[in-house]
């Protein structure tokens, strides 16, 4: 339902004993190299790589590597690559070896890789141990690897912020990073999630908005520019009042975001993910079946549709092109094609 133009100030709604979950890394990702696609998995201590074409999977190369280890599409020097994040090292797979070669170390245990946009051979990290409900001593790192692997502080986020996830946002003109972070503030005086918004530029932030709430309590969120306009929204996983979950929609607006769409609760609704302007839901219904919901755009609304085919959890899944989802589960690799939905723009 439409819920008309809300701006955000401070929600006074407590919520004492909320469970925050830290939300997982996809363990797929898709990216191009020498003109061919590849797909690599993470499926517990081992990575497999496969070629994609015309929808098929050619098996490449299966390489042992740690449980917790994070995959990313990132840069090297000479195109896209394969970034491979264990423990403290990042590494990037090499097609021509097909080897995993080093790039350098950060100072803690690694536990989400944000490679830069805009094909840089650089990334932002979040370090630490992981922690309930969210990491400790988590400290960001802008890493640099254009020419030899440098890592610094992002000074201005500290880790009393006790940030637990990372996300890049846009405003025209403007490169922004999100934080979540679990801290008390002036406004909720108890630990609980806030969303922080800063510009972004050569490793050097500046705050935009730092979010003690969202208009409801929030599990889970994603960036992305899902108008195609360069003004990168915000929609969030939010805790309903009934105590259920549901979805919320935001634009950016001055110094923070305006709330434009929002649902009550969506029975079975339990996590959320993106891959550029496409946002995905994932679920389960009565009896435990896994659903998968596309949210789109209609106008100056929004709707869901159902997927007909889910996996087993959004983790396992990435976007492999325009029409089709790709992941591992089962032991094999799998397509799964996306609804046709005409999507429009505000005002149309």
Not at 4 to 30: E, I, R, T
Not at 243 to 251: A, I, P, Q, R
Not at 278 to 302: C, E, P, S
Not at 312 to 319: F, N
Request: with cysteine.
């Amino acid at each position: 339902m439409r819920a008309g133009f809300h701006v955000l100030l401070v929600s006074m709604m407590l919520l004492f004993g909320l469970q925050v979950f830290v939300a997982g890394a996809s363990h797929v990702v898709v990216w191009q190299e020498h003109d061919i696609t590849l797909i690599a998995a993470h499926d517990s201590d081992m990575l497999r790589l496969a070629s994609v074409k015309d929808g098929a999977f050619t098996d490449l190369i299966t390489l042992p590597v740690a449980k917790d280890s994070l995959v990313k599409a990132g840069s090297f020097f000479d195109g896209a690559a394969l970034l491979v994040a264990q423990g403290k090292q990042l590494f990037r797979f090499d097609l021509t070896s097909n080897t995993l070669l080093k790039i350098g170390d950060f100072p803690a245990p690694i536990l989400q890789l944000l490679p830069a946009r805009g094909g840089k051979a650089a990334a932002v990290a979040l370090t630490g141990d992981p922690g309930t409900p969210v990491p400790v001593n988590g400290v960001l790192y802008q890493a640099n690897w254009e020419h030899e692997f440098t890592c610094a502080v992002v000074v201005d986020i500290p880790a009393a912020y006790r940030p637990w996830k990372l996300w890049w946002a846009a405003v025209p003109g403007e490169e922004r990073l999100a934080v979540a972070t679990y801290k008390s503030t002036a406004f909720a005086n108890f630990a609980h999630n806030c969303m922080f918004l800063y510009a972004w530029k050569n490793g050097v932030v500046e705050k935009r908005w730092l979010g003690s709430r969202l208009s409801r309590p929030y599990l889970d969120v994603v960036h992305c520019d899902q108008r195609m306009d360069g003004n990168w929204c915000m929609v969030a996983l939010e805790v309903t009042a009934d105590g259920g979950n549901g979805l919320s929609c935001y634009t950016p607006a001055q110094f923070g975001y305006v709330r434009d769409w929002t649902t009550e609760s969506v029975a079975g609704m339990v996590a959320i993910t993106a891959f550029d302007s496409l946002v995905l839901l994932f679920g389960h219904d009565t009896t435990g079946k896994a659903l998968a919901w596309r949210l789109n755009i209609d106008g100056d609304n929004y709707h869901l549709t159902t997927l007909a085919e889910a996996p087993p959890s959004l983790d396992e899944l990435t976007r492999l092109d325009d029409t089709h989802l790709a992941g591992w589960w089962t032991g094999g690799w799998h397509s799964i094609s996306l609804p046709d939905v005409v999507e429009k723009k505000k005002g149309d």
